[in-house]
């Protein structure tokens, strides 16, 4: 993936509206040939990063959510180098109270049989919600949820896939659920963990609660 060439077009301007820019225009902007600027664009939509839109006399360009994301986990990586923290990240809000369907959920054998195998942990059955502040939000979107959960089908219905990234809380090894839903809200993340978390960490709606992304 070319990070700088997505940079360049964010710098000027692609992520918050349509660009429009020739190949050659950008090329001045890269110090690049316009057969080379050309060429880097092309993998950029071919990698859904950009869209672009051609025109009787030129193109225009955005940024697309998966290129602004990218550009977001690079910034947190940049964060995290500055900040002192070196590779640590970590997520803060407050503690709310769900729809009441994670119990059901994470008692579906389906699934369990995945947490055990690509997390190592037997969840209890039920998350913890958690309301993330603005910055979290913003780290948020930068995270890479990379633990893969298939959906599957039993007797009566069809169960819907989604992933999930390693966290700890309270040094509570742990996961964050992310259900492939279209509306799914940026600002609340749901986790699950071998314990009953309110329980364990003596936590109600509320409490403050900080955690730690583990790569």
Do not use: W
Not at 2 to 9: F, G, H, R, T, Y
Not at 129 to 152: H, M, P, W, Y
């Amino acid at each position: 993936m070319d990070i700088l060439s997505l940079k360049k077009l964010a710098l000027l301007g692609a992520h918050q509206k349509p660009l429009e820019l020739s190949c050659s225009e950008f090329a001045s902007h890269i110090d690049a040939s316009p057969q080379t600027a050309a060429r880097k664009l092309k993998s950029l939509e071919d990698g859904k990063l950009i869209m672009r839109q051609i025109l009787h006399d030129g193109q225009l360009i955005s940024i697309t959510k998966n290129g602004v994301m990218e550009l977001q986990r690079e910034f947190n990586d940049y964060k995290a180098i500055f900040s002192g923290n070196g590779h640590k990240r970590f997520l803060t809000g407050r503690v709310i109270t769900g729809l009441g369907e994670g119990q059901y959920y994470i008692s579906l054998e389906g699934y369990r049989i995945q947490f055990r195998e690509k997390l190592g942990f037997e969840p209890y059955p039920g998350t913890l919600n958690i309301k993330l502040d603005d910055q979290s939000t913003e780290l948020r979107k930068g995270i890479r949820a990379n633990v893969r959960i298939s959906g599957f089908t039993n007797e009566s219905r069809t169960f819907g896939s989604g992933s999930c990234f390693n966290v700890s809380i309270s040094n509570i090894s742990g996961a964050v659920i992310v259900p492939e839903r279209t509306h799914y809200p940026e600002d609340i993340i749901e986790v699950i963990a071998p314990v009953n978390l309110r329980e364990y960490l003596n936590l109600k709606d509320g409490s403050i609660v900080q955690v730690e992304v583990i790569k």
